[in-house]
C-alpha cells in the first residue's frame, strides 16, 4: 500500500475467471481526518468521492496510480461596495 495519504494504485488483473471479473483491482488508503471532513460537510447518504489517476508501467506491467482528489473551487471574496464620498465643498453657492 501506498505510504502517501488519499492515494492508492490499480493494477490489471492477471486473470479473468469469467467475463464479469474486473479488469483492474486495487486500494486507495484515505485518511480518517479526510473522511470525518467529507462526512461533514453533507447529509446524503452517498459520500462522492473524486478520485485523480496516472498511467504508470512497472516491473511487473502497467498500473495506475491514484489520488483523492480534494480541490475545491473557491467563490472569490468581493470587497463590499462602497458609495463614493462627493466632496462638495468647492460648489459655488446661489
Do not use: C
Amino acid at each position: 500500500m501506498s505510504t502517501f495519504p488519499n492515494s492508492g494504485r490499480l493494477n490489471y488483473s492477471k486473470q479473468k475467471v469469467n467475463q464479469s471479473s474486473p479488469d483492474l483491482y486495487g486500494e486507495i488508503a484515505i485518511d480518517r481526518t479526510l473522511l470525518r471532513q467529507m462526512m461533514s460537510e453533507t447529509d446524503e447518504d452517498n459520500i462522492v468521492i473524486r478520485l485523480s489517476g496516472w498511467e504508470k508501467s512497472g516491473n511487473h506491467g502497467p498500473w495506475f496510480s491514484i489520488k483523492v482528489n480534494t480541490w475545491k473551487k473557491t467563490e472569490p471574496v468581493l470587497a463590499p461596495k462602497v458609495d463614493p464620498v462627493v466632496d462638495d465643498s468647492d460648489a459655488i453657492p446661489f
